[in-house]
């Protein structure tokens, strides 16, 4: 996928993380912050997921181009560091095997010390088998920019940083006896378990990027459902949070104004801002038109529709209800035109180049009807439950309500995705921006 060639991938998504972290702390109470960032909180409990799932791929990827015995090591750290997010590194003795403490002092058995070396043993000869055998041709393709070389660095740059977020605070209560508020308290826990559940992620990026330089299954043509695997990939990821979360955490993490609906308009923003940095050859109607579209849903996503008067203007029931006022009715006209405009346009100026390029099976166009059914679906999941307790008197247990709002929050996250895919791969199939448009 051309997406990987890009050098700076892994930086992006570490700054984004950093973002996404000040925007939650800045939307969310800091109680409600803390607990989601809370140790075995829901952001460390998909870390977990994450790494599992860097494992799954690195084994079953790496096998055409990466010997035994690095696949190993590479399993080997990954899998040491799950368990140092599972803190399973606290399980030997009272005191964490990481720390110097835990070394240099007395207190502890030299029993339980020589068990931690018997345990470290393998971390310490992986560590020592990429010194050995990548280092220069790391240090070399980093100095060339290559994009896993950048990413191995962003990497290491996290996991720095993000051990110093998770010491900051307690060295300065330790040393100089400061005391800091829970909205300080907030920002640093979150910018420390964001940037740390990003790893895993910039372990597979960077995969994929030495698999792009040094590997040899890059070479056929890329697959025109990148899109549908990015929505059933989404969907399966709500099922695997389910059933790892507790119910509470999950609630918490999907919720109206939580994480993953902040998350979503963060993603909303950066589509209207590649849209517009990077769409300036698209005629004038049609870049406006998708800019109104990104924006309308943005305001959606906000539930601004539910602002004009106590009906959401998007239901059938406003209009067709006498309880609303004709004043209501006019200015909600006035507020919903442009959005109609922009959807007609974009359905008589180019519904007949978009059902061809599908026939063709064109990637972009394959990501348009994408998002298509992915906003059906996830609207279908936001009202199937309302519906059937209304018409049916049916009534369901807490984790059926969860598992409904996830599925829906985690799709309705990917429809800004998908059109930053689209967008992209329109961009690399006519080699322009949009250039027939």
Request: glycine content about 4%.
């Amino acid at each position: 996928m051309a997406l990987f060639k890009f050098s700076w991938l892994t930086v992006c998504i570490a700054v984004f993380a950093s973002v996404s972290a000040l925007v939650s702390c800045f939307f969310m109470p800091s109680e409600s912050m803390i607990h989601f960032v809370r140790e075995n909180g829901p952001v460390e409990n998909l870390t977990l997921v994450f790494y599992v799932v860097a494992i799954a791929f690195i084994l079953y990827s790496g096998r055409s181009f990466l010997t035994v015995r690095t696949r190993v090591a590479v399993t080997v750290l990954l899998a040491y560091m799950f368990m140092r997010e599972a803190s399973l590194h606290k399980s030997v003795s009272t005191m964490s095997i990481l720390k110097s403490k835990f070394w240099l002092g007395s207190q502890i058995p030299w029993t339980d010390k020589l068990l931690a070396i018997a345990i470290l043993a393998p971390v310490l000869w992986a560590l020592f088998y990429f010194v050995e055998k990548y280092i220069r041709q790391w240090w070399s393709d980093l100095r060339r920019k290559d994009g896993y070389a950048v990413g191995v660095f962003v990497f290491l740059a996290v996991l720095v940083i993000s051990k110093i977020f998770d010491r900051s605070l307690n060295m300065m209560h330790e040393m100089w006896g400061w005391h800091f508020d829970s909205w300080v308290e907030a920002m640093v826990t979150g910018q420390e378990e964001y940037l740390e559940c990003i790893l895993p992620l910039l372990v597979l990026v960077s995969f994929y990027q030495y698999r792009e330089v040094y590997g040899t299954l890059w070479k056929q043509a890329d697959s025109p459902f990148v899109s549908v695997w990015l929505a059933l990939l989404a969907s399966f990821s709500a099922l695997i949070c389910q059933v790892v979360l507790p119910t509470g955490d999950m609630s918490l993490f999907v919720q109206e104004n939580g994480t993953v609906e902040t998350l979503t308009l963060v993603a909303y923003v950066v589509a209207i801002i590649v849209v517009v940095c990077f769409g300036r050859r698209v005629v004038l109607p049609t870049r406006c038109a998708i800019l109104m579209v990104l924006a309308y849903m943005f305001m959606g996503e906000m539930d601004l529709h539910k602002r004009i008067s106590s009906e959401s203007i998007l239901k059938i029931r406003f209009w067709l209800g006498s309880q609303i006022p004709v004043a209501d009715k006019l200015l909600a006209v006035l507020v919903l035109f442009p959005l109609a405009w922009s959807i007609a346009y974009l359905i008589l100026r180019h519904a007949r180049i978009f059902i061809g390029e599908l026939v063709r099976k064109r990637a972009w166009s394959v990501s348009v009807l994408t998002f298509f059914v992915v906003l059906a679906v996830s609207k279908s999941i936001d009202r199937m439950v309302s519906v059937l307790t209304d018409f049916s008197c049916m009534y369901f247990p807490d984790w059926v309500l969860v598992l409904r709002t996830s599925q829906e929050e985690f799709l309705e996250f990917l429809l800004p995705v998908l059109v930053l895919v689209a967008f992209l791969q329109y961009r690399q199939q006519t080699g322009g921006f949009f250039r027939h448009l």
